[in-house]
Structures are given as C-alpha cells and as structure tokens.
C-alpha cells in the first residue's frame, strides 16, 4: 500500500471512524483501523462489536500509487494525523509490517497489526432503505436518548424503541421513572420495532453532527445500517421486546401550567442546589427531589428543604394556568432539566393529573414531544 | 445582621474569598464564610489554614440595616449567589440560626455555623510593605511554579524559593530533575529568603488574575501576607532552608541552538505522542523522552523509540545553530514543553554544555529567565 491522500480529508473521515473505534477491547485487532486501497478507491473500517464503522475515499484528494491491505493502531494514528499540520500525507508500507506516515519534515512508522486477524464485519444488505433527513433523526435521538437506562438491570431498557406503523414513526426511552416519546410522519415502509442501544446512538449522533442531509436506513434481523455521504455506521440493537407504554401517558390533565421555559430553569436550576442528595448506590447520580406547589393567586412556589442545609423557594408566576384544585408535587428536578432541555419552545407546559400520578411536559412549538415524570411521595 | 448589596459586588469579592475556602477540612468551620458587618463595612474571610483570605466592602452598594456577625456555609452560599439573577441582594439573620438570602421572589435560608466556633486568624502587621507591580508578581510566579516538585519527599520543593539581595528578587523553584528561575530587579529593602507553598501561589494567581496595579508584600517569620485594593490574601511559608541552586546552572555553552518557539512546540508535542510512557508509581505522570541530535548540514531530528507502537522522527531547521561537535542529548519531553510555554519569546535558545550535563532555554525578550532541563542518558 501506498497512498497519498490531502490531510483535511483523512482527518474529517477519521473523525467518524474514531466513532466505532473502542480504547480497549477483548480482541487487541479492533483497535486498529483496517484499511483497504484498490486501484481506485480507499476504505477504513472501525468496529467496537456494537458498532461498525466503514468509510470510502474515493476523489481526487487521493492518489494511490499501490494498494494494499492493512491494520494500524488507531488511537495512535488518528493523533499523529490529528497534530500534523501539512497540507498532503503519505502512507505507505513496508515490508507489511510497518506503516510509515510521511508529510514535509515528518517520519512517523507505526508498527502494524495483522490485516488477516480483523474479523469480517457483516454490513447489512443495501436494499430497500427508508430515508429520513438527518435533522429529523438527531431530534428523534436528542429528545429520547437521555430517558434511557444507565443501569443494566433490563438490558431493554438502556436504549430507545422505534417502532413504525401507518406511517408514524415512534422513538420511546424510559428509565422506568420518566419516559420520551417523539413522533414523526414517514413516508410509506413496512413497520419494524426495533431498540438501538443508547451509546451506538451517541455515537451515531456524533458521527452525524454536522451533515443535515438524507440519510438511509437498513434493517436486518439484529442490526441497523445507517449511510450516508461515504459513511455506512451500523449498529447491533437490542435484543428482547420493549414494554408496552402506551398505557402510561394520561390523557387527562385537570391542571395545566404554562412557563417561560428559560425562567422556570433557572428558577429548578437554583432551587436544586439545596435539594437533598439522593445517591444511587454505585453511582453518582443525584435526583434532587424538589417541591412545586400551586399558591394563592395562580402564583407558583417551587421549593425544597434540606435538613443539613437549610431550605429554597422562589415564586414563579406562569404565563397561563388552568386548574380547580390546589396541588403539591413533588420529583427528580434533575429529570425535570432533562426533559425541559429537550424541547425548542420557548413556553412550555406542565400537565398534571394528580399528586402520584405522572405528568407531562409539552412544549407549544413541539407538538410531537412528550415527556412524562413520576412523582415521589412526598411526606 | 441585615445588610442589602449589589450581587455584582459581592460575586466579584466571593470569587476572591473562594480561593482560601476548602471544599473539605477537618475544622468543619472552616468549610464557611465569617461575615462581619460594622456600622459601615462588611467584611468576608475564609480561610484553610496554609490560606487566609480577608474581604473589605465598604462602598455605596452596601446598604447596612443592622450590623453583625455570623458564619455561613462556603460553598452553598457561592453557589447560590452565583445563579441569582437579581441586581441587589438582602442578607439578613433570623434568632441567630438562619441566614435568608432573599431577592426579588426568590428566598433561600441557610442554617448558620457558630460565629463563636470560627478560629481567630492573625493577619501580617501592615508595616513596611515590599510593593510589586501585579504582573511582575504573576509573571514571577507563573514561570517558574509549574517546576516545582508535586511529590511530599521534599516538601521544601513544592514551594517557589523568593530571595532578595541587592536588589534582585530571585524566584526559584525545581524539583531536582529541572529547575525554573527568574529574577527582577527591585526598589530598596530588606533581604529576605522565604518558600512559598505551590498550591498557595497557584491561588494567588487565580486570585489577582485581573489586577494589574500594585501589591504589597507584608512578610512575618512564617507568613506572607500580600494586599491590594480591598484584599489581604495570606499564605503560610514552608519551613525549611531552600538549597543553594546556583552552582546547577552552568555557565558554558559550546552548543547553541536557535529555534522557532512555536514550531519546537508543536514537533516535540507531535513525536511525544509516541515517546514510551514512564509512569511514577503513584501518580500519574508522564515523562515521554524524546532524543534531539544534530545531523549534517546542521538539521536537527527530534525523535523517540517506542517498542510497542512505532518511531517517531522530525526535522527542524533552526533558526541559528552554534556547535563544534555534534550532540545527542535525552530528556522529557513533559519538561521541554512546559519550560518552552513559560516563555514569552517568539525565538529560544537550547544551550547544551554536554549529553548529560544539564541544559538551559533562554528567550530573545525573557531576559531574565532561565529554564534548566537535566537530561536522561540514552542507552
């Protein structure tokens, strides 16, 4: 192998296979980068088992005067090319065990893995894509994803379903304790219900972040080809059935509150400084329990109480308020921020259905957005 | 106590008092802030023990209803002054055991600490002040403190050494594998040879990092008390003599060589990148030894050897090169990088006297530092 290629084009392609490479793993082979040059054209695979990464280089910042074959170290690689500021690289082999990086005054050799070690990685047949646009996907993913699991006590639930039929097309994440649920309308395809794990989604986000094009995606029994540009990133899903969620959304809401969502932040954001801290166990998680409670005159009081500490309440007065009853709720502001942070409006709504029952948040300019918490009991 | 303040104010002087306030200290009184208001003035101090910080307010955006005294707790207070958005803030005590921090519809209190409980601190006696232009103080520190020594076998070398005689200031700092030093010329006064600890000057600098304007220096047998506007800001000294560095330094050079700062920089980050990784047993330091020689038609290489990953080879032309013999002279990396960043200069000289004796960087415009590397032998 002996190619040149324009660093710019290298580095913006390694900064998607980076996406499937791990920093460790039980097969020392995946973390090299595998490439491949034809006569014509230049491909790099990356694969962590979850996911699959394979770029293809084929225009005329590349010259390749030999092709070849070849595995290299991949963290190393992506920092040497990362730091290198010439305009051309040359890499080239010698003696198939070394790779030489050359640009100007600079001689990196890398010692090489062996290419016939990489396992073959299985990309979904490229048959009968549905396509969305990328912005329509990044909102599926950003607006569920941090409702998943963190924990692995149902594997299921650590990423986020979605499940298409009659044309709409539903992304659920739930942690058990607070759920998201966006919906699009697709163009006709058949239905599927699938669950991609939440990393190969953080993942994929990352790989996609600056392309607002179409994408194609391809299904296969366990795995989920997405392509696009010269990029095919592919994941393993998750294997099981997801439960059933519809019956957890209310459908009736005796209380609406609607808040200028910047203030009512800023007012959880403050107030969550001096909420108790309850851990998880093995992890650093904080749920911050705080209180909001309807007042006198429509004026909303969000508040907690801290035994150590000391106690916080400020007064919010909402931009519209619908309600009979006084009511006194009480859950995760942590859960709160996350979901209030997923919504573009400016003003959003709390819909809430009694004091143990779950609520919901939409947003008047996410009209497909919903997202529930369940309330803690507070005594 | 009853006081009204611009939260600006008081943001600006917390940010100030939070650089002596420990997050953990086996005084608990110590994790809070003593305020004190007179009549006509407020003052904040916090303090853990190696730093002692002390605050003045006294000016029209302090309003003082009702002086007095109590202790709050640090860290809760800061934060949540910091998120409130309010112009003026009202502080105010409730029977001696709550402080409620109230602004606009916003009302937090906070169980108070025991003013009886907070230690009497004893500041320097401000007599005879050494004065020093803030950026002469931040330039002395911040060129010579990242070389002082992380590890407590010597605890005199985790401080910076300040010696005055004759008129010259020397601040020194190593850790016995390299050495930092550099000296400024100033007005009449006593001599005096003091060990700043390292953790107290890096909050010094945080401290007056947007000062420019005089500072006294007040200095006591075991304390340095520095003071500028409404601040005094005190450090423990570290106890011990200083030893006698001059004769590390050597004063012959037959090799001199010349080079771009930026492009010695970004060549030894870049070849580093592979240098073997030789880790202190605790800590996680990293030495990354590179080689520098001197080939023909006075090119320099700058390489490294890593069995497990690859070579790394760059050339350098520089700028201007003096030597009878050539020179292949080890060392790390690390150190090179972070004495080439003390320097201001655009061009530094490499002045090598042998390949295992101790060489020097100097800067065109850094005419009074001096940074001394000592190398390792290469096998």
Known sequence: MN????????LENLNIISRGLPSKSPMPILTGIKFEATDTELYMTSSNTDISVEVLIANQELIIKEPGKTVVPGKFFIEIIRKINAKNINLYLIEDRTLVIKADRIEYKLHIMDYMDYPKIDFVTLENPLILNAPVLKSLIKETVFATAASEKKPILTGVNFKHSQGNLIATATDSFRLS??????????????????????????AIDNYEDEIEL???????????KNVLFQTR?????????????????????????????????????LSPRDKEKDREITY???????????????STTNATIGDAKEELIPTNIEANNPIVIGFSSRYLLE???SFISTEISL???????????RGDKDSNLTQLILPVRMD
Do not use: H, M
């Not at 309308?185 to 599927?192: A, G, L, P, Q, S």
């Not at 391809?218 to 696009?228: C, D, E, I, P, T």
């Open 3 to 10: 190619i040149t290629i324009s660093r710019e084009v290298l």
């Open 181 to 206: 649920q966006k919906i699009v309308k697709i163009n006709e395809y058949n239905d599927f219900n699938i669950t991609i794990p939440n990393k190969s989604l953080d993942e994929l986000l990352r």
């Open 218 to 228: 391809y299904f296969s029994n366990n795995k989920l080809l997405a392509k696009y």
């Open 237 to 273: 899903l998750l294997d099981g059935n997801y439960p059933d969620t519809s019956k957890l959304i209310p459908n009736e809401f005796p209380i609406v509150i609607k808040f200028n969502k910047d203030e009512l932040v800023e007012a959880v954001e403050r107030v969550s400084l």
């Open 288 to 302: 911050s329990i705080i209180k909001l409670s309807i007042k006198k005159d429509s004026i909303i009081e969000i």
């Open 339 to 341: 979901a209030l942070r």
């Open 351 to 361: 819909n809430l259905s009694g004091e143990i029952r779950p609520f919901i948040i």
